[in-house]
């Protein structure tokens, strides 16, 4: 059992290591602007906005991400949609390989149950799901000034893409973005070669059912299922 434990720290360390990061500050905030053509990039991984009605903001604030087992508390502010998706408002993403791209989202509006996030490439829809304050699981301890509350824990969208452009939209209403993630499924490969256990991975690295479809990897193979 420790050495499951081990390998499961270990895969988390090098995970973080290896992952391409996009997460928005006050810094961000306070040097705003105008965002349409706005440009953010971590390594050869980027994002770019399109904001021509002027709508797209930052703001401060924060929110944990990940499961009830593993969470990540986001960087100290958010990428405000200001509204619905248009061709004058989006968010391109460019993966420089193929990889799983990371989304850190929640709905603009916590009563709305209809606000739908889209990740398209190539003409191809690869995601299409709405954001459901629902989905968000409840965990104690992680406030600090307060032991005994539940805090909400929003899952990260993940999803295999194509090296090149993603573009996201959100057709029906605002979405509030905290981080863009990029993923090699290479060192996903590599960290979980030597994890005999029954568990079963997707190529982000997360732990998925038994009948999660796609490609996984379980017993240090890769495999589709």
């Not at 930052?58 to 929110?63: A, L, M, P, R």
């Not at 990889?99 to 509006?109: D, E, Q």
């Not at 824990?153 to 057709?171: K, L, M, Q, R």
Request: hydrophobic share 40%; charged share 25%; proline share 2%.
């Amino acid at each position: 059992m420790k050495k499951i434990f081990t390998l499961i720290a270990v895969a988390a360390m090098a995970m973080s290591v290896n992952a391409q990061k996009i997460a928005f500050t006050a810094a961000d905030k306070a040097s705003a602007g105008t965002l349409d053509g706005k440009v953010f990039e971590a390594e050869n991984f980027k994002i770019t906005l399109k904001d021509t009605d002027g709508k797209i903001a930052i703001d401060e604030n924060t929110q944990w991400f990940g499961t009830a087992d593993a969470q990540e508390k986001s960087a100290g502010a958010r990428l405000k949609s200001g509204g619905k998706s248009s061709s004058k408002n989006l968010i391109t993403v460019s993966a420089p390989s193929a990889g799983v791209l990371k989304i850190w989202a929640r709905t603009g509006s916590s009563s709305a149950t209809d606000r739908n996030l889209v990740l398209t490439q190539n003409e191809t829809e690869l995601y299409n799901k709405v954001l459901l304050e629902s989905d968000a699981a409840k965990v104690v301890g992680l406030d600090e000034s307060d032991a005994t509350k539940e805090t909400s824990v929003f899952p990260i969208i993940s999803v295999e893409v194509a090296a090149g452009d993603v573009v996201v939209t959100y057709p029906v209403g605002s979405v509030n973005f905290y981080c863009f993630e990029f993923v090699d499924p290479a060192s996903v490969k590599t960290i979980n070669a030597n994890a005999q256990n029954t568990a079963t991975y997707n190529l982000a690295g997360q732990k998925v059912a038994e009948d999660y479809k796609g490609m996984v990897i379980k017993n240090g193979k890769k495999m589709m299922k």
